[in-house]
Antibody
Framework: EVQLVESGGGLVQPGGSLRLSCAAS????????MNWVRQAPGKGLEWVSY????????YYADSVKGRFTISRDNAKNSLYLQMNSLRAEDTAVYYC???????WGQGTLVTVSS | DIQMTQSPSSLSASVGDRVTITCRAS??????LNWYQQKPGKAPKLLIY???SLQSGVPSRFSGSGSGTDFTLTISSLQPEDFATYYC??????????FGQGTRLEIK
């Protein structure tokens, strides 16, 4: 069974940093591209970042470019999102999603507030 | 960026009704269109991929159609568990995928 489990969310002050993790199981993680998608409270879905299966190709939404860094460790079946210079508008549930977004994790809530 | 516009934004219907939700892309996306169902506090669940292919395990009352810029999601006979928010998503410009704003399906 495919499982994606996010962790690392929490309350952080504006300008602060947070690192999200996504633990994958039930499939060959190293063969799949991965994405981070977020959803602000009561709002729709917004794609955040993409990483290829090897980690060699990476893309970001303009809203997070220069502040967020996506990475992966295929030996640990894990995906990461390093978030720096956080803003109030980054407050959202962050989901990791497999390649074509056929499977999603349960999400982790990030709240940016003083 | 490719913009996705869903209509209606919300919809009230009864159990047993036939319901159709539409999604329009700002440019042609061929059949690179997925539909998701999301219930409160839960992750989105893939229902339809490539515009008309039913994801494994999804009931056959769900169907999708369309290509180019205009797409529809149809639920042939609403069940109580179908009341949720539905999103379309284009994967034509992957990895920069974009979603529609969502359609909230409520019980009448």
């Amino acid at each position: 069974e495919v499982q994606l489990v996010e962790s690392g969310g929490g309350l952080v002050q504006p300008g602060g940093s947070l690192r999200l993790s996504c633990a994958a199981s039930g499939f060959t993680f190293s063969s799949y591209e991965m994405n981070w998608v977020r959803q602000a409270p009561g709002k729709g879905l917004e794609w955040v970042s993409y990483i290829s299966s090897s980690g060699s190709t990476i893309y970001y939404a303009d809203s997070v470019k220069g502040r967020f860094t996506i990475s992966r460790d295929n030996a640990k079946n894990s995906l990461y999102l390093q978030m720096n210079s956080l803003r109030a508008e980054d407050t959202a549930v962050y989901y990791c999603a497999r390649e074509s977004a056929d499977y999603w994790g349960q999400g982790t809530l990030v709240t940016v507030s003083s | 960026d490719i913009q996705m516009t869903q209509s209606p934004s919300s919809l009230s219907a009864s159990v047993g009704d036939r319901v159709t939700i539409t999604c329009r892309a700002s440019q042609s996306i061929s059949s690179y269109l997925n539909w998701y169902q999301q219930k409160p506090g839960k992750a989105p669940k893939l229902l339809i991929y490539a515009a008309s292919s039913l994801q494994s395990g999804v009931p056959s009352r769900f169907s999708g159609s369309g290509s180019g810029t205009d797409f529809t999601l149809t639920i042939s006979s609403l069940q109580p568990e179908d009341f949720a928010t539905y999103y379309c998503q284009q994967s034509y410009s992957t990895p920069s995928i974009t979603f529609g704003q969502g359609t909230r399906l409520e019980i009448k």
